[in-house]
Nanobody, 119 residues
């Protein structure tokens, strides 16, 4: 079983910055990719940014140039958010695609952390 624990959410003013962290633990052989998703009230969960094991990053158009995803030791992933806008308000979820001890690839989610951007 794999656990993902997010931290770093909270209230921030528009134009400010915030850093989210996600730590993966449990039994797995490796991580293929990790990412951040967000879900605003009444909306679907959408990808914000992701990073593969090889270091390839992708970003949603709405956050390009403002958010940066990074990871270390293939178990922790971070999301540096700058120039935050009120529309960035959402619950942010960490996701990891891991290789299980049996050799399967499975996707896991954290419980989420709320980011609120005030005007």
């Amino acid at each position: 079983q794999v656990q993902l624990v997010e931290s770093g959410g909270g209230l921030v003013q528009a134009g400010g910055s915030q850093r989210l962290s996600c730590a993966a633990s449990g039994r797995f052989l490796g991580v293929n990719a990790m990412g951040w998703y967000r879900q605003a009230p009444g909306k679907q969960r959408d990808v914000v940014a992701s990073v593969t094991r090889s270091g390839t990053t992708t970003y949603a158009d709405s956050v390009k140039g403002r958010f940066t995803i990074a990871y270390d030791n293939a178990k922790n992933v971070y999301l540096e958010m700058n120039n935050l806008k009120t529309e960035d308000t959402a619950v942010y979820y960490c996701n990891a695609d891991v290789v299980t001890p049996a050799g399967y690839t499975m996707s896991y989610w954290g419980k989420g952390t709320l980011v609120t951007v005030s005007s």
